[in-house]
């Protein structure tokens, strides 16, 4: 059974950044494109970035656009975001999730807790 796994979470201060990690277990996914999204309390999961399996083109909401850098593991082919100057508007659950070259299922993690406060 497939698993992603969401690390780098934590409690941080307004101002400081964070890195996410997300890994994988039962397969790889390099022909997947993957994404990063979060979820704040009492709001919908929005969508943060994305990145090209192919290319490794990058892609931001433009939330985090200039503050955010989605890139990929090159031996796992897994993703990582780093988030820098974090406001406690950025409180969320931080989710990884895969996209198929080829019809097939996609996968979400399940979540690692980002706490911005001073």
């Known amino acids: 059974q497939v698993h992603l796994v969401e690390s780098g979470g934590g409690l941080v201060q307004p101002g400081a950044s964070l890195r996410l990690s997300c890994a994988a277990s039962?397969?790889?996914?390099?022909?997947?494109?993957m994404a990063w999204y979060r979820q704040a309390p009492g709001k919908e999961r929005e969508y943060v970035a994305a990145?090209?399996?192919?290319?490794?083109?990058?892609f931001y909401a433009d939330s985090v656009e200039g503050r955010s850098t989605i890139s990929r593991d090159d031996a796992k082919n897994m993703p990582y975001l780093q988030v820098n100057n974090l406001k406690p508007k950025n409180t969320a659950i931080y989710y990884c999730?895969?996209?198929?070259?080829?019809?097939?299922?996609?996968?979400w993690g399940q979540g690692t807790q980002d706490t911005v406060s001073s």
């Open positions: 990145i090209r399996s192919v290319g490794g083109d990058a």
């Open positions: 999730k895969t996209y198929p070259a080829e019809p097939g299922p996609q996968y």
């Open positions: 039962a397969r790889t996914f390099s022909s997947d494109d």
